[in-house]
C-alpha cells in the first residue's frame, strides 16, 4: 500500500470518478484505475463497486476512505514540518477568505505576504463560513477567516468586529434618516447571502428577535452585486460597516443600523484544533497581528 494508492482512491470519490481524478492528479485514467486497482489488491478487499460509468464505496470502502484521508492529512502535516527546516523559503500557505469584504480588507495584507515571502506559494479559497470549515477538517486548508463561534473542533485568533449598516434605495421612505432599526425593516424585502454564509443565520435570528421574519428575494455572495440590486430598487442588504462604506453609489443610502448586539461580522481565522500549523500560516496570522482592521483599510 501507497500514499500514491490512496490518493488515487480519495480522489476518485472526492471527484465523483476516475476521469476526473486522473485531471486532478494530473495523471491519466488509466493510472488512476490501475493505482486503486492495485490499492484493492494489497488489501484483499474490493473498495468500490462499479455500474456503468457510476461508483460507490463498499462497506470495506468506507472505512479506507476515512483512513485513507486521515494518513492523507498527516503526509500533508509533515511536509509541512519538514519546509519550516528552509525558514519559508519554500512552503505553501493554504489560505480561506471570506467573500464579503476581500477587497476591502485582504488585497493589501495578501500583497504585504507576497512581498515578505515571495517563494511562498498561496493556494486560495474564497466563500462562506461553512465553506470555509468544512475545508479546515478536511486538511484542504490551514487557516480560514470565518465568523467566530464556540465551536471546539477550532483553534482561533479574532481578526474584526464590525457593525452592520443597511445599504437602502434611495427613494426608501426611511432613505433621509441617519439611522435604521431593525424592527422598521420589516416591510422591506430583504437580500442575503448565499447558504454557506453563517451570517444568514444570524440575520434572520435577529430579525425574528425584533419580531418578524426577512422577506426574501435573493442571494449572492458578491457584495458589489447586493449593492447593485438595492440601486435598481429590489430591497435592503445588510452589510459589516467596512464593506457597506465602500458600496455607496448613486441611488443607494447607507444607514446605521440599530439591532441586537449579537448581530455582527466578527471574523476570526481558524484552524484545526491541535493541528499543525505550518509557518507559512503562523507568518500569516503574525502578519495580521501587525495589521489591524484599521490599517488593513488604509
Known amino acids: 500500500m501507497e500514499f500514491k494508492q490512496l490518493r488515487s482512491f480519495v480522489e476518485v470519490i472526492h471527484r465523483g470518478g476516475f476521469t476526473q481524478a486522473g485531471k486532478t492528479l494530473h495523471i491519466s485514467q488509466s493510472a488512476v484505475s490501475k493505482q486503486v486497482a492495485q490499492l484493492e489488491q494489497s488489501l484483499g478487499t474490493p473498495l468500490l463497486e462499479r455500474t456503468g460509468s457510476h461508483i460507490r464505496l463498499t462497506a470495506t470502502g468506507e472505512v479506507v476512505l476515512q483512513r485513507?484521508?486521515?494518513?492523507?492529512?498527516?503526509?500533508?502535516?509533515?511536509?509541512?514540518?519538514?519546509?519550516?527546516?528552509?525558514?519559508?523559503?519554500?512552503?505553501e500557505l493554504r489560505l480561506g477568505l471570506p467573500l464579503l469584504a476581500g477587497d476591502t480588507l485582504f488585497a493589501?495584507?495578501?500583497?504585504?505576504?507576497?512581498?515578505?515571502?515571495?517563494?511562498?506559494?498561496?493556494?486560495?479559497?474564497?466563500?462562506?463560513?461553512?465553506?470555509?470549515?468544512?475545508?479546515?477538517?478536511?486538511?484542504?486548508?490551514?487557516?480560514?477567516?470565518?465568523?467566530?463561534s464556540s465551536d471546539p473542533a477550532f483553534a482561533r485568533q479574532a481578526f474584526c468586529d464590525e457593525p452592520l449598516d443597511a445599504l437602502?434605495?434611495?427613494?426608501?421612505?426611511?432613505?433621509h434618516n441617519a439611522q435604521v432599526r431593525l424592527e422598521e425593516l420589516a416591510d422591506t424585502p430583504f437580500l442575503m447571502y448565499q447558504?454557506?454564509?453563517?451570517?444568514?443565520?444570524?440575520?434572520?435570528?435577529a430579525c425574528q428577535?425584533?419580531?418578524?421574519?426577512?422577506?426574501?428575494?435573493?442571494?449572492?455572495?458578491?457584495?458589489?452585486?447586493?449593492?447593485?440590486?438595492?440601486?435598481?430598487?429590489?430591497?435592503?442588504?445588510?452589510?459589516?460597516?467596512?464593506?457597506?462604506?465602500?458600496?455607496?453609489?448613486?441611488?443607494?443610502?447607507?444607514?446605521?443600523?440599530?439591532?441586537?448586539?449579537?448581530?455582527r461580522?466578527?471574523?476570526?481565522?481558524?484552524w484545526r484544533a491541535g493541528a499543525y500549523l505550518?509557518?507559512?500560516?503562523?507568518?500569516?496570522?503574525?502578519l495580521l497581528r501587525e495589521f489591524p482592521v484599521s490599517r488593513a483599510v488604509q
Open 68 to 91: 485513507a484521508e486521515a494518513m492523507l492529512r498527516l503526509q500533508t502535516e509533515l511536509l509541512s514540518e519538514l519546509d519550516d527546516m528552509q525558514q519559508l523559503t519554500r512552503g
Open 278 to 286: 505550518s509557518k507559512a500560516a503562523q507568518a500569516w496570522l503574525a
Open 108 to 148: 493589501g495584507l495578501f500583497a504585504e505576504y507576497r512581498k515578505r515571502y515571495p517563494k511562498v506559494t498561496i493556494q486560495l479559497l474564497e466563500g462562506g463560513s461553512r465553506t470555509i470549515e468544512q475545508a479546515i477538517l478536511n486538511g484542504e486548508l490551514d487557516v480560514g477567516g470565518c465568523l467566530n
Open 265 to 270: 461580522w466578527d471574523i476570526a481565522f481558524t
Open 209 to 263: 428577535q425584533v419580531g418578524f421574519t426577512p422577506r426574501e428575494i435573493g442571494r449572492s455572495g458578491q457584495a458589489d452585486f447586493l449593492a447593485a440590486l438595492v440601486a435598481a430598487g429590489q430591497g435592503v442588504v445588510l452589510l459589516p460597516s467596512v464593506v457597506a462604506r465602500g458600496l455607496v453609489r448613486p441611488g443607494v443610502v447607507r444607514l446605521t443600523l440599530k439591532a441586537p448586539d449579537d448581530l
Open 168 to 175: 437602502l434605495p434611495m427613494d426608501h421612505p426611511l432613505a
Open 195 to 205: 447558504r454557506s454564509f453563517v451570517l444568514n443565520d444570524r440575520l434572520i435570528q
